[in-house]
């Protein structure tokens, strides 16, 4: 699976969006890009995915560059609840379960 | 709540005690995933099991044996542990082993070895 690079920490203030970059300039055709988040002393939580279309559910929004390289997961308005390690991950669509965990970025969201 | 519990939340263990985490999950899942987080370090994926069988096994000590008496419940057993397993031990679900579905997690047992 394609390495990822994300920032180590970045602030945000409650109410405003958080937009998270992620770099996955080695990502492969086949591979789909993922994000998690872990909220201090819990398991991580599943949040969005998606292959080259841009993607939005009730938690966040995915956009992907057309090239790929790169994405960035939008909080369109945090909250104190957001505060937490997100981890972008980079992983094949079958054949595999793997979740590679990097270091992730810790927002920090504040009043 | 994701679905996934685990049991016990906490648990402090000497060197030579056995004991074993417990985890179970409640979306009818067939795969079930044991993850490692020690302090400051990424998740390290553990073992994998698909359908009551073990289909990953990542060159993990024998000191921990995992056991999946069905698809709801997966356990892992732990006997003369050493104090570098201090760690967050996590238990997570997916639908299907193979086809990368998302993965739930549960709460975690943050496990401590004296």
């Known amino acids: 699976d394609a390495k990822t690079t994300q920032p180590p920490s970045m602030d945000c203030a409650e109410g405003r969006a958080a937009n998270l970059p992620c770099n996955h300039s080695?990502?492969?055709?086949?591979?789909?890009v993922y994000w998690y988040r872990q909220i201090h002393s819990q398991g991580p939580q599943y949040i969005i995915h998606?292959?080259?279309n841009n993607e939005t559910n009730e938690m966040a929004s995915l956009i992907i560059t057309e090239d790929r390289k790169s994405s960035t997961l939008i909080l369109p308005h945090a909250t104190l609840r957001d505060t937490a390690v997100y981890y972008c991950?980079?992983?094949?669509?079958?054949?595999?379960?793997?979740?590679?965990f990097g270091t992730g970025t810790r927002l920090q969201v504040f009043p | 709540e994701t679905g996934v519990t685990q049991t016990p939340r906490h648990l402090v263990m000497g060197m030579t005690n056995k004991k074993s985490l417990k985890c179970e999950q409640h979306?009818?899942?067939?795969?079930m995933y044991w993850y490692k987080q020690s302090a400051k370090k990424p998740l390290e994926l553990m073992f994998v099991?698909?359908?009551?069988?073990?289909?990953e096994n990542n060159s993990v000590p024998s000191r921990f044996s995992p056991e999946c008496p069905n698809s709801s419940h997966l356990f892992l057993h732990l006997h003369t542990l050493q104090p570098e397993d201090s760690a967050l031990y996590l238990c997570?679900?997916?639908?299907?082993?193979?086809?990368?579905?998302?993965?739930?997690f549960g709460p975690g047992t943050r496990l401590t070895v004296t």
């Open positions: 997570a679900s997916s639908q299907d082993y193979g086809f990368s579905y998302e993965q739930y």
């Open positions: 099991y698909s359908l009551e069988e073990r289909v």
């Open positions: 979306l009818g899942h067939n795969a």
């Open positions: 080695t990502i492969s055709g086949n591979e789909y």
């Open positions: 998606g292959l080259k």
């Open positions: 991950i980079v992983r094949v669509a079958v054949n595999t379960d793997k979740l590679i």
